[in-house]
């Protein structure tokens, strides 16, 4: 176990364990309360798998009615309560606690209308981020934010977080595409918030709850604004000599008026481990690569890929391959997509997330090969190009307690980078616990405090998701709940 | 409202100036109107205040970088000082900034601050999302007279809540936006608009709905209804470049045959009527009706219309017909008994946009909130404004 300072369990909670089962199944019947160690166990951490905390019970509801009356059962006990999407975080933001209840909506994933004229689904927000591109896909609509783990996360999780993904450049991220929820509140007010019109009424509670990260309340409910599939998509791979000569050309396509769907690059130790494993065939002799995908009829792909190699051409791109079939265009993305799964069979690693403005690429990437130089370790760049969020993967040994000190210094040291470069510390994966003591280096002392103001209008005992987001120090004092 | 004689104005230079007039005020109770060029400052409930505080003197772009999609303005510059300075790189705010100057018969140029503070989004809403959308970073004073910033220069940040959101669209109730950060992009090399002519409601905003589902990227959809004897038209825009517009106006045309041959305006006549529309105004008749902006799902817009009735002396639909403009008598309470629950059981909202000062002191102008939800409203702003001075009584009644 590592650096990261958790809260300490409160006994006087954990002695009252079994009178807050008995609570508990009293709401929700049978299967919906998980006691036994085994079964929480696989509750006890997330993809931020360095930390792990078996829960003292895991509640997974059936209706919106049940999650109410279990926060409000909370609320009244003084229990912390960590709201569970699929667990997919890679901050730690759905990391349990010794005290606390996990709230999980696994049992509610349904879709339940789809409203192709409105351009809007409602669903369950234990459904799978695929699975709503999936239930519309037959009709020519998809959802269009699309994080790496979209198959197994829950627009729960993606609410919380904001989550991004790769084409966020042309479409926006959750927030963007969010037009209503069902969020219960803590007291177990179920209270309705937006709808299906493109705005709603009032302060922007909605872009506020998005991204909260779990700490305000809980969304069972969610209307998604869905888009028309693009007649076609093609992906073009490019070669460089160099990161700086990859950089500078996406800043050349973006100032050349072209917005593609997405750009993203990989650095010479991506390429390799990507390479190995999915035999995409990438170039294996150049600095960086980019994928750049367009999208239009096949005509206007044409164009745009024209005007675009162009530009790449202009940079000194070595290497240019043009998905000429769905099968070439899959096995171009194949490689990207497969990425942290790659990496994963090579080495541990922890997945870094900061963003930073894209005309400070060069000088943050040698900055950050600088960094892990420093602490003896290795590390591959993969990053949405457009939109200049960085994914630094530093590679570790999970078995050994100082390669892992290490890396943790080492992502931080690149975090810190990315903000000194007008950035911030996360651009998609979100603050949880892994970047929680950064957030001094980010924010003021006033803009922590006024932060945990909010956060102490929905939640004043701090029991939703507590030792995340904010530093343990200098935390505004609990009101009595 | 209070007589001019009593109201003084305080234009600061600077955020310390916004910050030390706060402080004082919120320390002495005195209620404050916050106010940019005043383009819009017949939006909201009236306000009665002591002192103005204008960030009309807070000017400049502060950050213009064509390659990474961003620019920065301080409140007080003008929204067209960035347009224009963006168009000079050939980019402009990736969401289209609304102008309600026709709207409220004012001349002012609108500003940042305004833009951010109403989140006024035109047309182009339907496919580039709002002011909030493009919104990328704030500095904000609040109501505790202290500067705070959230988001930033990137595109995409999840570092803290984004307090960006909040405050945009906030009437200045939370605090003063000095400075705003916004995702830009490049400006369409052309666009050209579909015009289908004669539908009734129902059928005109069937084919902006059917418009909006086709991949051709409509980045405007709005009916107008038949007006003193001129048929209705049914308008979508299309904006890319020239070659694409050409082969897509020529594909949704075939994909809306169901609903009538289109005719197509060139690139000029579409800015004109693009124009037209996001200013409403013109196309609601007399200067002296009442104006109700009334968001829905835009299936469900002809039938709010069609259960108006007389009600509603002329209307149009935007935003593929979930943005509906109304014009009512100013009388009385200006339609909104009969209005909102007729609005509020076809699951939409409604904002009272334009009416005389007694009329937006006596009615709700914006929609009432779920006790629930006023609540959470209620903390939030207490949070950011424990005096309760900033454009008290704005948004809610007291």
Redesign the interface.
Known sequence: MSGIALLAPDPTILARRDAIVAGLRAIVPGEGVIVSEDERRAFESDALTAYRRVPMVVVLPSTTEQVAEVLAFCSREGVPVIPRGAGTSLAGGALPQEDAVVLGVAKMSKVLDV??????VRVQTGVTNLGVSAAIAHE??FYAPDPSSQLACTIAGNVA??S?GAH??KY??T??NLLGVTFV?LKG?????G??????????????I???EGQFGVVTEATLRIL????GARPILFGFPSPEAAGACV??V??????PVAIEYMDKLAIDICEDFAKAGYPRDVGAMLIVEVE??A??ID?QLARIGAIAEAHGATYARQAKTLAEAAAIWKGRKSAFGAMGRVSDYICMDG?????KLPEVLTRIGEICEAQGLKVANIF?A????LHPLVLYDMNDPVSLAKAERAGEDILLACVEA??????????GIE?RDL?TA???R???M??M??????DPAWLLNPAK?FPLENRIAKAAA | MIRDDHMETVSPFDEAGIEATIREAAEAGTPIVVRGAGSRSGLGRPVQAAITLSTERLTGVTLL??????VSAKAGTTVAEVEAELARV?QRLAFEPLDHRALYGTTAEPTVGGLVAT?A?GPR??IA??A??ALIGVRLT?G?A?????G???????????????A???HG??GVVTEATFKT???A?TEATLVLEGLDDAHGV?AL??G????FEVSGAAHLPALNGAPSRTCLRLEN?E??VA?RAG?LAARLKGFGTASRLDAEASRTLWREIGAAASLLGAPERAVWRV?????RGPGVVARLGPLAEAHIYD?SG??IWVATSAEGDAGASTLRPIVREA???A?LMRAPDAVRAAVDV??P??P??AR??A???A??DPAGVLNLGR?HAR
């Open positions: 409203d192709l004229a409105n351009r809007t020519g609509f977080m904001n991004g966020c450049l926006g991220v927030t963007n509140t007010e179920i209270v309705e918030i709808g299906d019109a493109l705005d709603a009424p009032g302060l922007d509670m909605l872009g506020l998005c991204g909260s028309p599939l693009a007649e800043a050349a973006l100032g050349a008026g072209i917005v239009g009829s005509a206007e164009e963003t930073i403005p894209t005309g949405h457009g939109d200049g969020n007008g950035g911030c510390l996360t651009g998609e994966h979100g603050v970047k957030m980010q924010f003021t006033i803009e922590l006024q932060q103001r909010v956060k102490s209008v929905f987001v | 970088e064509p390659s990474e999609l961003v050939g989140n989004s809403r339907v999302g709002a909030r959308d609040t505790r202290e500067t705070i910033r959230s930033g220069r990137v595109m995409k940040n999840v570092t803290g809540y984004d307090l960006v959101k909040f945009c669209g906030s109730v939370l992009l490049p400006i090399e069937a709905c059917a909006m589902g086709t991949p470049f070659s694409q082969y594909q968001s829905v799902a835009p299936t935003w979930g943005l699951r939409g909202h904002t914006f929609e909130e779920a629930a939800l959470l409203t903390g939030l702003r949070s950011f948004m």
